[in-house]
């Protein structure tokens, strides 16, 4: 999952981004509200943490922006002011969700958890294609009763795939929404990725039982698990 953090005060943004990149999300930073929007455009965030004492446009503005063009965006606004009208005012124009400065980081990821298993337009507690099972809220794998081993960003690619079996998957789709926005695009990280997470699966390139490549177009998930 990519996240988009927009933010003004550089030591918590940082130490937010530091913190979700170890948990396996891709994180991107925005330092005032018109560089927040201007990423929420380019790039499809699954997640927008945002506060709202920003400078140049704040954060009700970009809220209210980004919700007009990505309907489907999660959105937790982050606020030091404690006035009930300020918290009506960031879910009136389309916050899911909100939380009051100071807090601990470990609400704070129990708030992204709670978000994503709010977001039904295709997620589930549990991923299942085949014998493959994905739990993201613990962040485990199994085939079967085998327990895999994976990194996180093998984690992320195979979720992303989960999400979306039986569908084509582009190389670029995968970037924009495992990889931070400072990735390399000439590096092959993907196809590194790919081959490595394949051959935890056990699977043939040849012969696929999970990941089938696309020549030409990118990844798809066998939505059986290589039995349609």
Not at 68 to 82: E, F, K
Not at 101 to 114: G, N, Q, S, Y
């Given at each position: 999952?990519?996240?988009?953090?927009?933010?003004?005060?550089?030591?918590?943004?940082?130490?937010l981004?530091r913190?979700?990149?170890?948990q396996g999300?891709a994180?991107?930073?925005?330092?005032?509200g018109e560089?927040?929007?201007?990423?929420g455009?380019i790039?499809?965030?699954?997640l927008?943490?945002?506060?709202?004492?920003l400078?140049?446009?704040?954060?009700?503005e970009?809220?209210?922006?980004?919700?007009?063009?990505?309907?489907?965006?999660l959105?937790?606004m982050?606020t030091?002011r404690?006035?009930?009208t300020d918290k009506?005012?960031?879910?009136?124009?389309?916050?899911?969700?909100?939380?009051?400065?100071p807090f601990?980081?470990a609400?704070?990821?129990?708030?992204?958890?709670?978000?994503?298993?709010?977001?039904?337009?295709?997620?589930e507690?549990?991923?299942?294609?085949?014998?493959?099972k994905?739990?993201?809220a613990?962040?485990?794998?199994?085939?079967?009763?085998?327990?895999?081993d994976?990194?996180r960003?093998?984690?992320?690619?195979?979720?992303?795939?989960?999400r979306?079996a039986?569908?084509?998957?582009s190389?670029?789709?995968?970037?924009e929404h495992v990889?931070?926005?400072?990735?390399?695009?000439?590096?092959?990280?993907?196809?590194v990725?790919?081959?490595?997470?394949r051959r935890?699966?056990?699977d043939?390139?040849?012969?696929?039982?999970?990941?089938?490549?696309?020549v030409?177009?990118?990844?798809?998930?066998l939505?059986?698990?290589?039995?349609?």
């Amino acid at each position: 999952m990519r996240i988009l953090i927009v933010e003004d005060e550089p030591d918590l943004a940082n130490a937010l981004a530091r913190g979700l990149r170890q948990q396996g999300y891709a994180v991107d930073i925005a330092e005032n509200g018109e560089q927040g929007w201007e990423l929420g455009e380019i790039y499809d965030y699954d997640l927008l943490i945002l506060d709202l004492n920003l400078p140049d446009m704040d954060g009700l503005e970009v809220c209210r922006r980004l919700r007009a063009s990505r309907p489907s965006l999660l959105i937790l606004m982050l606020t030091a002011r404690d006035r009930v009208t300020d918290k009506i005012a960031g879910l009136d124009l389309g916050a899911d969700d909100y939380l009051t400065k100071p807090f601990h980081f470990a609400e704070l990821l129990a708030r992204i958890r709670a978000l994503l298993r709010r977001d039904l337009r295709v997620r589930e507690p549990i991923l299942q294609v085949g014998e493959l099972k994905l739990d993201p809220a613990t962040r485990t794998v199994w085939i079967g009763r085998q327990r895999l081993d994976l990194t996180r960003k093998e984690f992320s690619i195979l979720e992303y795939l989960m999400r979306h079996a039986g569908e084509v998957v582009s190389q670029e789709e995968l970037i924009e929404h495992v990889w931070n926005e400072d990735v390399d695009l000439f590096t092959g990280s993907v196809r590194v990725h790919i081959r490595s997470l394949r051959r935890k699966l056990n699977d043939d390139v040849e012969h696929p039982r999970y990941i089938e490549t696309i020549v030409g177009a990118g990844y798809r998930l066998l939505p059986s698990g290589g039995t349609e």
